[in-house]
């Protein structure tokens, strides 16, 4: 009788603990970051992501811009993410600080994610969305399948041309940041560390012009230009002998497993540089 008694309250006990775990699932899910936003669109269950931002939806922005119609959209602002009655936000680490302060003290769970420095990163942040989201299994299994299609692309032999991302003010990125790591993948260096600036920084137009490297990368044009982009169009730029490739800030401003594609336009660049030599 004894031992029966036990039997039946590990029994009970082991229904409510899988109860638990089922309750712990978020079931109300709202982003609030563009890069969360397509993570959590790709792992996430049917009906457990409720919003996502508005530039998920800007096909400029977001390589999943059609997949987020299927979704309402939200700005950030703390009072539109609470009455959505969220159970987990998910957010940038630079995101909407106030939205969550308030959601932290308003007894709302809030994931944070860093964004992407590496190809590394990118498989880290599938696995923590997964986890997030209670979706692991699916989550790993994204990951490994981008490991895969990682680990298949050959190393580049020979010369590594050089590369410059040339984007706003005068910003190249560093060989220390996810495009100067998919721009070393391809098979080319960074101007930038070769300026000494292993992390990315501005550079002169003038110091790009002396440079001049095998392959300027700009961003594309938006319509009503700032004064900030005019750089970008300087009559300077066509000075410069080496190639120019125009990538879409979508391709490679978030860690998703798209940037596979970027790696593989840039190594496409990489083969016309040589047969033009």
């Not at 961003?219 to 120019?244: F, Q, W």
Request: with cysteine; net charge negative.
């Amino acid at each position: 009788m004894r031992n029966s008694g036990v039997i039946s309250l590990a029994a009970t006990l082991a229904l409510s603990g899988a109860a638990a775990c089922a309750d712990a699932t978020p079931q109300r899910v709202v982003s609030i970051n563009l890069c969360t936003d397509q993570l959590a669109m790709m792992i996430a269950a049917p009906e457990q992501l409720v919003s996502v931002t508005t530039m998920a939806r800007d096909p400029r922005a977001s390589v999943m811009a059609e997949q987020a119609r299927a979704y309402p959209t939200n700005n950030g602002l703390a009072e539109e993410i609470y009455l959505l009655d969220p159970d987990l936000v998910l957010a940038g680490q630079f995101t909407a600080r106030a939205t969550v302060s308030m959601m932290r003290r308003l007894g709302v769970e809030v994931v944070e994610f860093a964004p992407a420095q590496s190809l590394e990163d990118v498989s880290a942040n599938m696995v923590k969305m997964g986890e997030a989201l209670g979706r692991a299994d699916v989550a790993r299994e994204m990951a490994d399948d981008f490991a895969r299609h990682l680990s298949d692309i050959n190393p580049t032999q020979g010369r590594r041309p050089t590369a410059a991302t040339y984007a706003v003010n005068g910003y190249t990125s560093g060989a220390q940041s996810l495009s100067g790591e998919i721009i070393d993948t391809a098979g080319f260096a960074t101007l930038a560390a070769q300026l000494g600036l292993p992390a990315g920084g501005f550079v002169p137009l003038e110091a790009l012009v002396m440079a001049d490297p095998d392959l300027v990368i700009s961003g594309a044009d938006y319509p009503g230009t700032a004064r900030a982009e005019e750089v970008l169009s300087h009559p300077a730029l066509t000075h410069l002998t080496g190639g120019h490739m125009p990538m879409q800030d979508k391709d490679w401003i978030c860690g998703l497993p798209s940037v596979l594609d970027a790696i593989g336009e840039l190594r496409a660049e990489r083969e016309k540089l040589e047969q033009d030599e």
